[in-house]
């Protein structure tokens, strides 16, 4: 087995955890939801989209002010004077240059005086969770990746000693042979 990579049938190179809709990596600044056991992307098309959640709140609290400043352009912007791409599945872009104003709208989000402060920090404590969950579920698989190359180096120094046993094996049937037939 000299040169050779013994690759174990289950073996799965994964430092990141999938999103078991569309098998993509699933970041830390993504939206996702929770389906059974399994993490998803809320929208696979736009992981980074609002969560549901978060669109409720800046229709609900944010409607009547600007939501998003453009750091291309300065101009600031309220909510339904945003942008969208339909061809291209992008949301909350500058009316005037198409940047992504995704993470403006959510910082403001998260920052608005207008949200009751009980909701405003349930917010923060929900995405912060999400988060983790999502930087706890990168070092698992991290964690499991190390795992599996240690158990395939494992099994590849068992493999490396299979000729060797083979070798004795055979030297052991030899030499019975030859007691066999001296003794005989």
Known sequence: ???????????????????HRCKQAVLADETISVDGDD??????????????EERAL??????????????????SFRQQELASDLVGDRTHLCPICRADLIE?????LY???MLPAEVRDRAREAREATRKLIKRSQEIAG???I??????A???AQSALLPEVRAALALLRQTMLQVAHKGG
């Open 111 to 113: 920052a608005c005086a």
């Open 104 to 108: 403006a709208v959510r910082a403001h």
């Open 39 to 52: 993490m998803v992307h809320l929208d696979c098309r736009r992981p980074r989209d609002l969560s549901h």
């Open 143 to 145: 964690r499991a990746d």
């Open 58 to 75: 800046l229709f609900k609290y944010c409607f009547e002010h600007r939501v998003a400043e453009c750091g291309r352009c300065a101009k």
């Open 147 to 152: 795992l599996m190359r240690e158990a395939e």
């Open 1 to 19: 087995m000299t040169g050779e990579r013994l690759v174990l049938p289950w073996r799965s190179p994964m430092t990141q955890p999938q999103c």
């Open 154 to 156: 494992a099994v590849g």
